[in-house]
Nanobody, 115 residues
Framework: QVQLVESGGGLVQAGGSLRLACAASGSIFSIKAMGWYRQAPGKQRELVGSITSIGRISYADSVKGRFTISRDSAKNTVYLQMNSLKPEDTAVYYC?????????WGQGTQVTVSS
């Protein structure tokens, strides 16, 4: 099993920045990819970006150029740096760990961007 704990959410004005962190523990050597998702009220959960075990990173078009995923392997932590935030980025952000046959989710952290 894998446990994921997100942190770093909060309230920020449009144009501001936040950095989210996702600390993983447990069977981390089985993780194939880590992803950041978000879910706004009344909307489906959507993929924001992901990083594979070999460091391949991809982003949703809506966040390209504004968000950056990185990781600190020594701390088993993946980060989501969010710059130039917009009100439409407001959502609960979730961390996901993908293993060969299953996945795990963190508890989510709220990001609110005021206009």
């Amino acid at each position: 099993q894998v446990q994921l704990v997100e942190s770093g959410g909060g309230l920020v004005q449009a144009g501001g920045s936040l950095r989210l962190a996702c600390a993983a523990s447990g069977s981390i050597f089985s993780i194939k990819a880590m992803g950041w998702y978000r879910q706004a009220p009344g909307k489906q959960r959507e993929l924001v970006g992901s990083i594979t075990s070999i460091g391949r990173i991809s982003y949703a078009d809506s966040v390209k150029g504004r968000f950056t995923i990185s990781r600190d392997s020594a701390k088993n932590t993946v980060y989501l740096q969010m710059n130039s935030l917009k009100p439409e980025d407001t959502a609960v952000y979730y961390c996901n760990a993908q293993l060969p046959y299953t996945g795990y989710w963190g508890q989510g952290t709220q990001v609110t961007v005021s206009s």
